[in-house]
């Protein structure tokens, strides 16, 4: 018996070989594709170099279930030992007892297959008496726990040995608590991030609730160097979380000897991914980036750069926390539990809003640059963080920074209370609320409601984003008449209401009439649903200042820019003001509101 692998599961298949007479010729039936189809090549040789004789005669292997597709060379062991037993120099009797997969080389030597956890699960889960397979895949396979029976072996030989019962092989044991021990050991650490103290809180919160971070500012500022610590104050893995992920990694071939993923992956994909690199594909779907970060940090570095429909296709996976691809096959599904994490600059030059550098870009430059990224996907983004470029006098200074150890216990904490909160519920983090829990657990203070307050009527969202008369007649029009529009009106680009829910953004001076964007490009609803939407729009951000899940940006258009964003953290609110850009922000932002807010 053996087994070939369907997204990150393994499902049984059984190797049938005859040999019949006739003229020499192979032939493989079962769907097998690449390397599974070249498998008799490379077994005719290494039978004869181990020192059995290869039946020249017509060969069939069939791989059953025949209606499903297998791919991979971990087929080459079991049609190996099929063929020296159907030679009668093998006993039969253990051929169906263990689970065996192998690649072969030319000289018999057994090499490393992919997938060796999810075999041995699958081993675990149908009582096979055991696992025959590479001694490099062994260590992984072993996870699966003492209750199945893991042997590695090195070459062909070896293992027609061991089934002749003339070798015993001692089962593979991983020490799981070895392994958890040296897990969460970093090179990294927040306290060589000097200065960046707004946005440690940030990431902090993040990592606290499982929220989405997006980062802006200017090159340099150390927008990397923070994501990629971000995994020293997420909590350490549990076992069930380590097996999800190490299955996507053992899918892959990509656990080099370890035996688990103990670790929360970080995964920082370069921009030029294709869509399928970022979530999976291919005409037999393997994971992708996503779910190789399952679990742990998703990184994209300057987004705007990647493809627009790479990054739009990360829309549903963030939503559902798993992916699902359809083929004609069937569907598989793909885990896709991650922090997205990503980072860019203000504008194409990078410089945007910087105090000590001078912006070379148009209006129209900026806008074309952050209009590559879809409402949407920003919506899925629970905090939005400026990183400001780091004053000379924070990184000479020597005072070190406070250590990821001691921001992680304070992490451990909120999820302590987070999975107290959600105990009984499939929920493990904040991030994961829907409107219900946010109704029930987000019940805003009296001080709390002060502030909003102060904070909506500071910013003028309530009274003052008067909704635009026209809209409502829009509102009204045949979808023809909205079409013909004047093509005047379709240039203003003020309004954006971004996503159904979490998120409203406005582009325009408070207090201004806004006319109405038209440029919503990838809006499932486009320019007509922002339009439609609009009359509501002071009642959405008076709503979501309620919920208070939920950020509201507010810009003076064009060049002067203020975000303030609101999130709801364990003790209650917590609230991330930007970093003040203009004059205009300077005067929003002035005490006793500033004060207020950092406070
Ligand atoms: N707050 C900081 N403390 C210490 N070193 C810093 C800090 N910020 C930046 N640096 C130094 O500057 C280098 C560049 O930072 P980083 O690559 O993170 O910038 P970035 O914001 O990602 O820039 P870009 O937008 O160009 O990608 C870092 O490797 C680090 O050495
Ligand atoms: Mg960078």
């Given at each position: 018996m053996s087994s070939a692998l369907a997204g990150v599961d393994a499902f049984p298949v059984e190797v049938e070989v005859d040999i019949a007479g006739g003229l020499p010729r192979f032939t493989t039936v079962g769907l097998a594709e690449g390397a599974a189809r070249e498998s008799l090549d490379r077994v005719k040789a290494a039978i004869k170099n181990t020192g059995y004789d290869f039946p020249n005669r017509r060969l069939t292997v069939n791989l059953a279930p025949a209606d499903t597709r297998k791919e991979g060379s971990a087929f080459d062991l079991p049609i190996a030992l099929g063929l020296i037993a159907a030679n009668n120099a093998l006993k039969r009797d253990h051929l169906h007892r263990y689970l065996m997969l192998g690649e072969l080389s030319l000289d018999g030597r057994v090499k490393s297959i992919k997938g060796g956890l999810p075999t041995a699960l699958l081993a675990r889960m149908r009582k096979f008496a055991g696992v025959v397979l590479p001694r490099d895949n062994a260590m992984e396979a072993a996870v699966a726990g003492d209750s199945i029976a893991i042997y590695g072996v090195e070459s062909l030989q070896e293992t027609v040995e061991f089934l002749e019962d003339l070798r015993q092989l001692t089962p593979v044991k991983a020490d799981i608590s070895q392994v958890f021990a040296s897990a969460n050991t970093y090179d990294l650490d927040f306290s060589e991030v000097r200065g960046q103290e707004q946005a440690k809180r940030a990431l902090e919160v993040a990592a606290a609730g499982g929220h989405n971070v997006l980062m802006i500012g200017p090159p340099g500022s150390g927008k990397t160097m923070l994501a990629k610590r971000l995994p020293t104050i997420l909590p350490e893995m549990t076992f069930e979380e380590a097996i999800e992920t190490t299955k996507v990694h053992s899918v892959m071939g990509l656990l080099d000897g370890h035996a688990m993923i103990a670790t929360r992956p970080f995964r920082a994909p370069h921009h030029t991914i294709s869509d399928a690199g970022l979530i999976g594909g291919g005409s037999l779907p393997r994971p992708g980036e996503v779910s190789l970060a399952h679990h742990g940090v998703l990184f994209l570095d300057e987004l705007p750069e990647f493809r627009k429909n790479v990054i739009e296709v990360l829309r549903q996976p963030l939503e559902d926390l798993k992916i699902t691809i359809s083929r004609v096959m069937g569907t598989l599904t793909f885990p896709a539990s991650i922090m997205l994490v990503a980072a860019m600059n203000p504008c194409p030059c990078g410089f945007h809003g910087d105090a000590t550098h001078e912006c070379t870009c148009s209006p129209q430059m900026v806008q074309r640059y952050r209009s590559r990224i879809s409402g949407p996907l920003l919506d899925r983004i629970d905090i939005h963080v400026d990183v400001p470029p780091v004053k000379y006098k924070e990184l000479k200074e020597?005072?070190?920074?406070?250590?990821s150890v001691s921001i992680r216990q304070r992490v451990d904490q909120a999820r302590k209370v987070q999975l107290e909160r959600f105990a009984g519920k499939r929920m493990f983090c904040n991030a994961q609320m829907g409107a219900r829990e946010l109704a029930a657990y987000c019940q805003v203070n009296s001080a709390g409601e002060r502030l909003l307050e102060l904070a909506i009527n500071r910013l003028g969202l309530s009274a003052r984003v008067h909704p635009n008369p026209e809209s409502r007649t829009h509102h009204c029009r045949s979808r023809r008449q909205r079409h013909n529009r004047s093509p005047s009106h379709r240039r203003?680009?003020?309004?954006q209401i971004a996503g159904s829910h979490g998120r409203v953004t406005i582009i325009g001076s408070p207090g201004q009439r806004l006319p109405i964007s038209?440029?919503?490009?990838?809006?499932?609803?486009g320019a007509a649903g922002a339009r439609r939407r609009l009359p509501t729009l002071a009642f959405i951000a008076r709503r979501k200042i309620e919920t208070r899940r939920q950020e509201i940006a507010v810009a003076s258009h064009p060049g002067t820019r203020m975000m303030f964003t609101g999130i709801a953290d364990w003790r209650g609110i917590a609230l991330i003001i930007s970093q003040s850009r203009s004059e205009l922000t300077r005067r929003l932002t002035a005490a006793p509101f500033s004060s207020q807010l950092s406070s």
């Open positions: 020597m005072r070190t920074a406070e250590p203003d680009n003020t309004v038209q440029r919503m490009p990838s809006s499932p609803t």
